[in-house]
């Protein structure tokens, strides 16, 4: 499972969903006012009567997150650094999104050690996420599938008509 796998399985059942699937979405978070969040993909609603599309909060509804990575990924700093910035991801209504780290299995762009247990990497991540981080669900990515039936469900066909 590639990072493109993952991707494209994300954009198809986001946009099946009928959400507005946005990749590399930018968030200002709290502070000094120059620290960003950029979240590799969300799943938005367009905020009624905002004029033009941007990428921001101003103009979209934030309902699911999605930061991907490779199972080989450092846990420090990478995923010090989702918590840090997931837990202040949120809309300007106060509601979160759902937050989700992806973990694909194999790269063909980049150096990737395939002598590694990918087994023990993601069960090490993932048991991580549900134990010592209540902002995000760390999940495998070989088994997105049977973990999206807990993804947002269908947005109402009036609803996506309205943002358009």
């Not at 493109?4 to 006012?33: M, Q, T, W």
Request: net charge positive.
């Amino acid at each position: 499972m590639t990072k493109n796998d993952i991707y494209a399985f994300l954009i198809a059942l986001g946009v099946n969903r009928e959400y507005a699937v946005i990749p590399e979405f930018s968030v200002k978070l709290p502070g000094n006012g120059k620290r960003k969040k950029v979240i590799d993909l969300v799943w938005a609603k367009k905020k009624p009567n905002t004029g033009k599309i941007t990428n921001t909060l101003d103009q979209w509804q934030l309902v699911a997150a999605f930061e991907i990575e490779g199972c080989n990924v450092p846990r420090e700093p990478e995923f010090s650094r989702h918590l840090s910035d997931f837990k202040d991801v949120k809309n300007f209504n106060g509601k979160q999104p759902q937050k989700y780290v992806v973990l694909y299995t194999n790269a063909y762009d980049r150096t990737w050690n395939s002598a590694i247990d990918i087994d023990k990497e993601i069960n090490t991540r993932v048991t991580w996420g549900a134990t010592q981080n209540k902002c995000f669900k760390v999940l495998d990515g070989r088994k997105l599938k049977e973990a999206s039936k807990k993804f947002p469900p269908k947005v109402t066909r009036k609803r996506w008509a309205d943002l358009r």
